[in-house]
């Protein structure tokens, strides 16, 4: 039985899950003590037959792959791990290219901190791939969380596991119940919240490297912070995270005032929303390309926190609804969760 499972979802990707591969028989890590089980979720690219052939060809990797109609990664993932046998699972994925260590990383923090301990590696920005000026500000986001985990400026929560680069004990996430296909976003976050209900606790390991060659286009990524933002509703409603919405509604109050302002000119307002995020977006291509990093940077970051706030404002029933919860955030004492606290020493 193998130390460890690579549970890989992948869609219409050949091109880079070809890399992500080659990645991966780089390992230092004993290629006899892993598995990959790459699953195609409908791919209809030729993914399929080059998995077939890659696992037939004498590869370095004991590589597995499993073919399902599409249904989202969660789906994709929940079909890895009913086929996983190593003790613990590595999720990876399909445009995520391992550094030759990573696998190594992950299995030197489980043997010291033992089995209640979710991993999460870093995800950085490919030297030798230019990412576009708005994933390129989602990167350097990431980047900021990672050098503060480092720094012990705060221990990683749910909050920050993405399954990009990520590994645990099999049988904890057999035990949480795996993935809720219901959720086609966030759902890597919801079993984050179910794995920290459990008694599961989360450890920052910066060497457990990969970069992240990511390509979305503006309108996709548009959509990844309204649908974060719906979800987070979801998960405080019905989910038992009581605590999710009053702390985002905290961490508003901390929002610059252009933050503050773009959300109560805009929200519910869709069509000055159209016309502040299309300014907002030219702007931050002019900027980024005469070099003025401060001006994409901001504009970025009024898009993705006004998306954000639409999706909770949608989900709440308007934005009457959410400037009540930002009101009541104001005047309420806020006391941290202790989903958001460090393990206890």
């Not at 970069?211 to 503006?218: I, N």
């Not at 901390?254 to 929200?267: D, Y």
């Not at 291509?285 to 926190?305: D, E, V």
């Not at 308007?318 to 006391?335: D, K, S, W």
Request: hydrophobic share 40%.
């Amino acid at each position: 039985m193998p130390t460890l499972s690579i549970i890989l979802p992948t869609y219409n990707r050949l091109h880079r899950l070809q890399v992500v591969l080659a990645a991966l028989e780089r390992q230092t890590y004993p290629h006899d003590d892993f598995e990959v089980l790459v699953i195609s979720d409908g791919s209809p690219d030729g993914t399929d037959d080059f998995l077939r052939a890659y696992a037939a060809s004498g590869s370095p990797l004991h590589l597995t792959p499993l073919f399902q109609p599409n249904g989202g990664v969660a789906v994709a993932r929940n079909h890895g791990l009913a086929k996983a046998t190593g003790d613990f699972v590595v999720f990876i994925d399909d445009d995520v290219v391992a550094a030759p260590e990573l696998l190594s990383e992950h299995v030197a923090v489980h043997r010291r901190e033992g089995d209640d301990v979710v991993v999460l590696g870093p995800l950085l920005i490919p030297p030798d791939f230019p990412l576009s000026p708005w994933t390129l500000w989602e990167q350097k986001m990431l980047n900021k969380q990672y050098a503060d985990m480092e720094a012990g400026n705060w221990t990683p929560t749910p909050r920050q596991f993405y399954t990009g680069n990520a590994s645990l004990h099999r049988q904890r996430l057999v035990d949480a119940g795996g993935f809720n296909a219901a959720f086609r976003r966030a759902e890597d976050v919801e079993l984050g919240y179910r794995l920290a209900d459990a008694g599961m606790y989360f450890v920052y390991a910066p060497q457990a490297r990969a970069f992240h060659y990511v390509e979305r286009s503006f309108r996709s990524w548009l959509d990844i912070p309204y649908a974060y933002g719906r979800n987070d509703v979801i998960f405080t409603r019905d989910r038992g995270q009581t605590w999710l919405i009053p702390t985002i509604m905290k961490e508003y109050h901390e929002r610059k005032s252009s933050i503050r302002a773009l959300a109560r000119a805009c929200l519910d307002h869709a069509q000055l929303t159209r016309l502040v995020i299309t300014l907002l977006g030219k702007a931050a291509l002019a900027g980024a390309a005469i070099h003025q990093h401060g001006i994409p940077r901001a504009a970025y970051s009024g898009i993705f926190n006004l998306r954000h706030y639409q999706g909770i404002a949608d989900e709440l029933g308007g934005r009457t609804a959410f400037f009540a919860e930002v009101e009541r955030a104001r005047v309420t004492p806020y006391v941290k969760p202790d989903i958001l606290k460090p393990k206890p020493k």
